[in-house]
């Protein structure tokens, strides 16, 4: 079955330390994209990568880190600099020719 | 600089009770609109969309929605809800030329009472 991966689902950091989520898909396409879920804020975007070995910041990019070495996977970084780093990530791809995004089960960032 | 608005942020009703959930945005060019849902405890899934043609949409579980463009609007309705539609929706819009990237609304959490 074709879909996207995050591991894990639940993670916990002290605060000050760095911390990479993961992302994965077997759907060949081409854009992947990080979003940020926060109650009454809706997904705000992270991070974006259309193609490989290129991506672009999103609307709260500050914080994070991201990287797209290969097309199946990009991973996010979360930095000790991001001042509010405990919410839920979600993780999306899209095919080039096609609206449709798929996204991720997400994984449930706490730092404490 | 282009939003997506979402009025109703917590909307409680009882079955068979109809719904429809505010969708506005801003920008002046062309736009793809989305309705997405999330119930609790599982992933974001696609209800309809909208590219061109007929403004009215059809979509999944009975979800339509109607684009007007002059209102910069894509509300959702639902003749009748059921108690199985208690989730979060959330509005969504690639405005074009911003690299295909989607924008939220800030969501609408549904209850649906028995």
């Known amino acids: 079955d074709g879909g996207i991966t995050q591991s894990p689902k639940y993670l916990f950091r002290k605060e000050g330390q760095n911390v990479t989520l993961s992302c994965e898909q077997n759907?060949?396409?081409?854009?992947m994209y990080w979003y940020r879920q926060d109650p009454g804020q809706g997904l705000r975007l992270i991070y974006y990568s259309q193609i490989v070995n290129d991506f672009q910041k999103g609307d709260i990019a500050e914080g994070y880190s991201v990287s797209r070495e290969k097309k199946e996977s990009f991973p996010l970084t979360v930095t000790s600099a991001q001042k509010n780093p405990t919410a839920f990530y979600l993780c999306a791809s899209k095919d080039k020719g096609n609206y449709g995004y798929t996204f991720g089960s997400g994984t449930r960032l706490t730092v404490v | 600089a282009q939003s997506v608005s979402q009025h109703n942020h917590h909307v409680i009703l009882s079955e068979a009770a109809s719904l429809e959930l505010g969708c506005n945005y801003s920008y002046g060019g062309t736009v793809n609109l989305f309705w997405y849902v999330q119930y609790p405890g599982q992933h974001l899934q696609l209800l309809l969309k909208y590219f061109s043609g007929d403004p009215l949409v059809k979509g999944i579980k009975g979800f339509e929605a109607e684009f007007i463009k002059s209102k910069f609007s894509f509300n959702l309705r639902k003749p009748s809800v059921q108690w199985s539609d208690t989730a979060e929706y959330f509005c969504?819009?690639?405005?074009?030329?911003?690299?295909?990237?989607?924008?939220f609304g800030t969501g609408t959490q549904l209850k649906v009472e028995l």
């Open positions: 969504a819009v690639i405005f074009t030329g911003g690299g295909n990237k989607l924008t």
């Open positions: 759907l060949n396409h081409d854009a």
